[in-house]
Each structure stands twice: as structure tokens, then as C-alpha cells.
């Protein structure tokens, strides 16, 4: 095994770098702050990236499901409260930028629950933002989570 370290280095830098600029990295980053936000249970701090007039889609077995920013946090917060464990972050992500208009593509992993019982969820979050005043802001998100996995 030790023989192949070397040759697996070399193979590994021959690989082409993914490229990403610097606006990809701004709007990457104004994603993860949000993901952040939402982990560290900091509401009011959540609902300010995304736009007044913004929507979140959630694809489910019976159909579309909408809501505004407002009523996302107020069922997060449901939730999750009482739960020691609680976090949602992107895995990875793709951004996509054209003048002021940004997409980011998010595979997301998400737990909550306690010491007893975590619970797992993944999927992908689609987003659309808009720079407004300088600052990148959540106009709307599409999400659709991973099927759960079969139970034991």
C-alpha cells in the first residue's frame, strides 16, 4: 500500500481543478451563511436572506408544497425545539451567475434529534438570488429531499 501513495498523488493533481471565480464564491458563501443561520437556530437572522416577497417549493408525494420565508422559520422552529441536535449544511454546491441573477444547486445533508435518536435527511435545495443593495438575497428555493432510506 505504501508503494501506491506516490502514484496516487500523481494521479490524483493531474485531475483538471474544478473552476470557481470569485462571484461563485460570494454566492456560495451567502448560501452557507443562510445554512448557517438555520443550524444555529438564528431566526430572525434566516429570514433576512431571503427577499419580502420570496417563496420556498417543496416537492412532495402530493404535490407542490409553498410557503413564505415567515412561515418556513416558524415550522422550523416548531420543530425543532427541544432537540439538543439540529443542523442543515450544503455538501456541495454550484452557482451559476449572470449580471445580478445567481442559481445555486445545493446537495444538502440535514439531523436533529438527541443523544438517544438522530434522525438524517439529504436532498437538494435549488435556489434563485438576487443582488439587491450589494448583498445576494434568496428570491425563492425549490427543494426536494432524498427518499428516506428502507427501514431495517
Not at 100 to 112: C, K, L, M, P
Not at 124 to 132: E, R
Request: charged fraction near 30%; aromatic fraction near 8%; include cysteine.
Amino acid at each position: 500500500m505504501r508503494r501506491l501513495v506516490p502514484i496516487l498523488l500523481l494521479l490524483g493533481s493531474c485531475a483538471a481543478p474544478e473552476r470557481v471565480d470569485d462571484a461563485d464564491r460570494e454566492i456560495l458563501a451567502a448560501v452557507d451563511a443562510m445554512y448557517a443561520d438555520l443550524s444555529a437556530r438564528r431566526w430572525d437572522a434566516l429570514e433576512a436572506h431571503f427577499l419580502p416577497e420570496a417563496s420556498l417549493v417543496f416537492a412532495t408525494p402530493s404535490g407542490p408544497k409553498r410557503m413564505t420565508p415567515a412561515k418556513f422559520v416558524e415550522v422550523v422552529r416548531k420543530n425543532v425545539e427541544g432537540k439538543e441536535i439540529f443542523g442543515e449544511r450544503m455538501k456541495t454546491g454550484t452557482a451559476r451567475v449572470h449580471g445580478n441573477v445567481a442559481t445555486v444547486w445545493s446537495r444538502f445533508e440535514g439531523r436533529e434529534g438527541n443523544s438517544a435518536e438522530v434522525r438524517t435527511w439529504s436532498g437538494v435545495d435549488a435556489f434563485t438570488l438576487l443582488k439587491v443593495e450589494g448583498r445576494w438575497r434568496i428570491s425563492q428555493v425549490a427543494v426536494s429531499q432524498d427518499p428516506p432510506p428502507p427501514a431495517r
